[in-house]
């Protein structure tokens, strides 16, 4: 869930700012899909460190999308579906690339473990 208020001037992945963060947790090779609602005014780049991913949904639409690492998620209620395969075993960041929007708590972490 992506959200905000331009008054305060606060972004939030998951109704949390970064610090305040739960993260997103997959096992290496796992595949995962993400769901990226945007509830707030403004549109959101986000962006996945470290992996690449392929669209796949757009407004619960099914689509074979482009592999890139980073989607625009329309305002206003759009949902955007990415899937991709969780890679090494590490935290990755996960944030919008709108750096006031970045910089104000829009990140949260994609965290990886080893497979078992
Ligand atoms: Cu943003």
């Given at each position: 869930m992506l959200a905000g208020s331009m008054q305060p001037y606060v972004w939030t992945i998951n109704g949390a700012t970064w610090g305040e963060h739960h993260a997103i947790t997959a096992s290496s090779g796992e595949r995962v899909v993400l769901s990226f609602h945007n509830m707030s005014m403004m549109g959101h780049p986000m962006h996945l460190h470290g992996h690449v991913f392929q669209v796949v949904?757009?407004?619960?639409r099914r689509v074979a999308?482009?592999?890139?690492?980073?989607?625009?998620?329309?305002?206003?209620?759009m949902v955007v579906d990415v899937a991709l395969d969780a890679g090494e075993a590490a935290r990755w960041m996960l944030h919008?690339?709108?750096?006031?929007?970045?910089?104000?708590?829009?990140?949260?972490?994609f965290a990886v473990s080893e497979s078992a």
């Amino acid at each position: 869930m992506l959200a905000g208020s331009m008054q305060p001037y606060v972004w939030t992945i998951n109704g949390a700012t970064w610090g305040e963060h739960h993260a997103i947790t997959a096992s290496s090779g796992e595949r995962v899909v993400l769901s990226f609602h945007n509830m707030s005014m403004m549109g959101h780049p986000m962006h996945l460190h470290g992996h690449v991913f392929q669209v796949v949904g757009l407004n619960g639409r099914r689509v074979a999308g482009a592999l890139r690492d980073t989607v625009y998620v329309p305002p206003m209620s759009m949902v955007v579906d990415v899937a991709l395969d969780a890679g090494e075993a590490a935290r990755w960041m996960l944030h919008c690339h709108h750096m006031p929007h970045l910089s104000t708590g829009m990140m949260t972490e994609f965290a990886v473990s080893e497979s078992a």
